[in-house]
Each structure stands twice: as structure tokens, then as C-alpha cells.
């Protein structure tokens, strides 16, 4: 049986995940049409996108980048519509003739375009954590009232959306526990009194995966392991207290299930994330993604180790923010995309950013948010309270 076109908007196509989502649909040209792509600034790598896939629209955030793209793609001749703007951004998200939105921006500015593409009922394939971790229950909602098929895309979150039955309302009764694994990082094993004086680069060099920058300090942080602890508390339905997290530096075994029975069920794979992807566009069937397979008769062994909460402090405020009131999620994401970016331009240390979310929390005015444009202000009055913190650091 001969499955239907899906036809694919790509929110975030020129950043990791983006590409690699286009690499997997270019493997599958009979199942995938490209639709539309999204980008911020980066005009050459998506005029090639352009040349390649040949997307009825190509949407620039950045409105010089749009115009310089524009005039790109025409002097190409090729045949992609050029927009720009968070409002273009949206438009194709929710686009009658997209079917599937792998939403893949980095950061809150995530946000409207996943909201958008839930009312709408699309498959929305959610590489975005920010959608869950500012959107919360308002996200939620969305994508209930749309109709929308939610498909998580971190390999984490895959991972266990793979180990779970498949009958969600069972998953209360007979799932004890869900447990993310955490590679630990670039700074695994450094003295934590070091912490202080790392660097950007250093800490953008993740020793398994190939990731931004942004998302590589939150690694190097565990703060990314903080906002999939959130991520998977709205995913999944599961109270805080039923999240752990374990420290696996091999990568291999991505997330697991602990069942009442005491059994666990885990996903092994390569660390490539072209093998969630691949399961978000193929659901519920599976295709090939172009990663290398495990071989257990090379394989070396897989270890794990608890949290040390000296080197990763941040990964407690996952729980604390979500015990808390509603939006503290939010503020915390908001303070935490502060405090990396001032990292990134070395106006603070790699040991602050945790001070400076700490800060902010403890600073700001928390109110519970019920529209996009709620969460929004909460977002823009936890950044201003996080710079002002800045100059406190400094």
C-alpha cells in the first residue's frame, strides 16, 4: 500500500535539526514534499535549500536577510515565494497545504508558529522545547482544541514516546517512572571549582553530538536536561516526581521506561539524530533514516552515574519551577536564553549562567499565563529582569 505525499513546512531549516530532517526527507522523495522552510538569517544555505527542494515558500525572520534571499532566488530562477516575518513564519505553519510541521527554532521564538500549527491540527514534530517549557498548559490546550498529532523529536523524549504503550491513558496505570539519559556533557569529569573559568568554545564541544551552540552550553549546563525534565512533565502527563534523570555518557541508550512490574523498556541507537527524526516523519511506520546501526560485537560498555548536583546545580530548578506557580517554566527559559547568550559574548562566566537564572527566578514577577499573548509579555519581563541581573554579575 502506497502511502500518501505528506506535504512538509520546516520551521528551523538551516539550523542541526533542520538539515537533518531535510536529509531524511530526501531519501524519501515518493513519501515527502518539501512545502515551505523557515530560516533566520543564514541566505546561502537556504538559497541552496531553495535550489534543492524547491519550496513553494521560503520564509527569512530577519527582514534584510528576506530581501537579500528574494533577490537571490530570482536571480537563480528558481520558483520559491520569499516572505518574511514572524507573521509569515506563522502563516505557513498553520498553511491549509501543509499536513506536517517539524518545528525545529531554537528558543521562544518558537513559539507562536508551534501554537499556530496546533489549532491548526497539523502532525506537529516537536524539536522545539521551548513550545512545552513556555507553553505549558497553554500549548496543551492547543493542541487538544486543534486536534493536533503531537510527535516529540528529541532523542530523549523519542525515546521514550517509543518505549511507552502505545494506548496513552494506560500510561498513568501502568508506567512507574520515566527516566531521561543525560550524557554529562563536555564537563563531565572537570573539577567543578574549574567551571568558572571554561570557555564558549569548550563548552560547545560536546563530546557525542553535533548541536548548535546555544543548545551545546545548555548541554554542557544540563540545563537542557532541566528543560526536557519539563518537556517530558507536559508530554507525557506524569507528576515531577515520577521523572528522573541518569547519567550515560556512551549516548546509546537514549531514554527508558520503568514499567510497575519493575521491568524497563529502552531505545538504543546511534547518537544521530536523524533517527528520531526519522521516526517523527514516518509514524506510525518506520523508514530508513541514513544513520549507522549499532554493532554489539564492537560496542563498548555502557556506564552509568548519578547527578552530581555541585557540577549541575541547574537541573534542580526543573523541579522546583515545576512545583511552582504557573509560568515559573517560562521565566526560567526566558532567564536561562539570557544567560547563555551573555556567556556566548563573554560578558558573564560559564558558572554564572546558573546564578543568573537562580537570580531571576527569585526576582521576577510570576503570573499565570492563558494566551499567546500572556506568555509572550511573561517571556520579554523575565529577559529585562534577567539583563538587569547582568550588570549585577559584571
Not at 531535510?22 to 544555505?45: C, I
Not at 553535533?210 to 532541566?226: E, L, P
Request: aromatic share 6%; net charge negative.
Amino acid at each position: 500500500m502506497t502511502s500518501p505525499m505528506i506535504r512538509l513546512t520546516v520551521l528551523g531549516s538551516t539550523g542541526s535539526v533542520g538539515t537533518n530532517t531535510l536529509d531524511v526527507a530526501a531519501r524519501h522523495p515518493e513519501r515527502f514534499k518539501v512545502f515551505a522552510l523557515t530560516a533566520a538569517r543564514q541566505v546561502d544555505l537556504m538559497l541552496k535549500q531553495c535550489a534543492q527542494f524547491k519550496p513553494e515558500f521560503a520564509v527569512m525572520a530577519d527582514e534584510a536577510a528576506g530581501r537579500e534571499l528574494a533577490q537571490k532566488v530570482k536571480a537563480n530562477g528558481l520558483p520559491s515565494k520569499v516572505l518574511c516575518g514572524a507573521d509569515a513564519i506563522q502563516n505557513v505553519a498553520c498553511h491549509e497545504n501543509t499536513d506536517a510541521v517539524m518545528a525545529a527554532i531554537v528558543g521562544a521564538a518558537g513559539l507562536g508558529p508551534c501554537l499556530a500549527a496546533a489549532r491548526a491540527g497539523k502532525r506537529l514534530l516537536l524539536a522545539n522545547k521551548e513550545a512545552l517549557v513556555v507553553g505549558a498548559d497553554v500549548f496543551m490546550e492547543a493542541v487538544k482544541a486543534g486536534g493536533a498529532r503531537l510527535l516529540p523529536i528529541d532523542s530523549e523524549h523519542s525515546a521514550i514516546f517509543q518505549s511507552l504503550p502505545e494506548d496513552s491513558s494506560s500510561w498513568d496505570a501502568r508506567v512507574e517512572k520515566i527516566i531521561l539519559t543525560a550524557s554529562g556533557g563536555p564537563f563531565r569529569t572537570l573539577d567543578p571549582a574549574r567551571l568558572r573559568d571554561v570557555t564558549p568554545e569548550q563548552a560547545c564541544a560536546h563530546p557525542n553530538w553535533v548541536m548548535g551552540r546555544k543548545i551545546s552550553v545548555d548541554s554542557a549546563t544540563m540545563m537542557n536536561k532541566a528543560l526536557e525534565v519539563i518537556e517530558a512533565r507536559y508530554l507525557f502527563g506524569l507528576q515531577p516526581e515520577r521523572i528522573e534523570v541518569v547519567v550515560h555518557p556512551q549516548s546509546i541508550i537514549h531514554s527508558m521506561v520503568q514499567y510497575r512490574d519493575a521491568s524497563i523498556v529502552a531505545q538504543l541507537g546511534t547518537p544521530d539524530m536523524r533517527v528520531p527524526i526519522a521516526y517523527g516523519l514516518g509514524w506510525p511506520d518506520r523508514m530508513e533514516s541514513g544513520a549507522s546501526t549499532l554493532n554489539f560485537a564492537t560496542l563498548s560498555a555502557m556506564t552509568f552515574e548519578p547527578l552530581d548536583p555541585v557540577r549541575f546545580p541547574g537541573l534542580q530548578l526543573a523541579w522546583d519551577s515545576l512545583r511552582a506557580e504557573p509560568g515559573t517554566t517560562a521565566v526560567l527559559n526566558a532567564a536561562n536564553e539570557v544567560g547563555v547568550a551573555a556567556f556566548l559574548d563573554k560578558q558573564i562566566r560559564f558558572d554564572q549562567i546558573h546564578q543568573l537564572n537562580l537570580a531571576t527566578l527569585e526576582t521576577a514577577t510570576i503570573s499565570k499565563p492563558s494566551t499567546l499573548e500572556d506568555l509572550l509579555a511573561l517571556d520579554a519581563a523575565a529577559r529585562a529582569t534577567a539583563q538587569a541581573q547582568i550588570k549585577r554579575l559584571i
